[in-house]
């Protein structure tokens, strides 16, 4: 079994995250906390429950923490993950409500109650991370992993030329974060997944077919380039219609700003890798984070040969095997979605 603490702000790519988790049947999710970015938090948090509840999983503890970056103002990002945040797809209302409790306490209060038991899985902005090691400064030494899902190295942004989307958001917090990290034993750095993997990523409609076919859908989910935009999904399994029409707004965006008709699924690569389920290599690198040049904020820069002099703070995944990914996500997603109907 392993115990969860995520951080999210869902999102097409968080939600096919938490439904890949949801799918595993030795996951425990020990809370999920919101952090604005691809939409504000509190309705990161109404998805992240509906989400949940779709994928079997009611009852876990939805809180929020920071409402915007720790000094500039949110941008959140309708354009790629629509209005609210999962493309296409209208959730149902949640029956639970969200946590009237504080995120970041609830990050302290989990790790300190569970010394070495808990992995923490974040595809957001490090907002709530930031905060909770300003007032548990020894939370490393008491999280068993940490999985980041942010940054590009030797890749092009997705935000700016040199800056990936979670990191440009809040690059206070992820500056903050990496500082942390400085000086810590190597097997407790953090795992980062950067663009530079995680854009290999490439879901594709051939893949929402694999899905609905795992699942047992009578109806074939054909996602195609040549249908309408906004055309909705008529599956008749629910998960699979959600989703669907989820990853068809994001194929619909990459292929506006020229990329193909696909999707980038970065933080499903992220679980994956805090799941230990998918395959990876990684090579331990000092992080720092540009917050201050105009032309370079939220750009990140890992030092892999030790030229700065300072002992590394992550390790950066290097390699990935796509075929070996999506073929465990139609599977345990597939399987997920027949049981749930």
């Not at 306490?105 to 907002?127: M, N, Q």
Request: charged share 20%; aromatic share 8%.
């Amino acid at each position: 079994m392993t115990a969860y603490l995520l951080d999210v702000d869902t999102g097409i790519d968080d939600a096919l995250a938490l439904a890949y988790l949801a799918a595993l049947p030795d996951t425990e999710f020990v809370s999920v906390t919101a952090t604005p970015g691809n939409v504000d938090a509190d309705q990161v948090a109404r998805n992240t429950l509906a989400l949940l509840e779709l994928c079997g999983r009611p009852g876990v503890e939805v809180a929020i923490g920071a409402r915007r970056p720790l000094s500039i103002p949110l941008l959140t990002t309708p354009e790629t993950h629509g209005p609210q945040g999962i493309g296409h797809a209208v959730l149902p209302e949640p029956s639970g409500q969200v946590s009237e409790r504080d995120a970041v306490d609830l990050w302290i209060e989990h790790a300190r109650s569970r010394p070495g038991e808990l992995t923490a899985l974040i595809t957001a902005p490090l907002t709530n991370f930031a905060l909770a090691l300003r007032k548990e400064p020894a939370l490393p030494d008491l999280l068993a992993n940490v999985v980041i899902m942010g940054g590009c190295f030797y890749y092009q942004g997705n935000t700016t030329p040199t800056a990936e989307w979670n990191t440009h958001v809040d690059p206070h917090a992820a500056k903050e974060v990496y500082a942390a990290y400085r000086g810590r034993p190597f097997d407790k750095l953090p795992i980062v997944c950067s663009l530079d993997t995680t854009e290999r990523m490439e879901m594709h409609p051939e893949h929402v077919r694999q899905l609905a076919e795992a699942a047992g859908a009578v109806v074939p989910e054909l996602v195609l380039p040549n249908q309408p935009e906004g055309q909705r999904s008529t599956s008749d399994n629910v998960l699979v219609r959600h989703l669907s029409d989820a990853l068809r707004f994001y194929f619909e965006f990459h292929r506006l700003y020229d990329q193909g008709y696909l999707a980038h699924v970065h933080d499903f690569f992220a679980a994956g890798v805090a799941a230990g389920t998918l395959e990876y290599s990684a090579r331990p690198a000092t992080v720092d984070v540009e917050t201050a040049s105009p032309l370079l904020v939220g750009t990140t820069v890992a030092d892999f040969r030790g030229l700065w002099g300072v002992p590394p703070n992550a390790r950066v995944v290097s390699g990935n095997n796509p075929a070996q990914a999506f073929s465990e996500l139609v599977s345990a997603v597939g399987d997920l979605a027949a049981r749930v109907g």
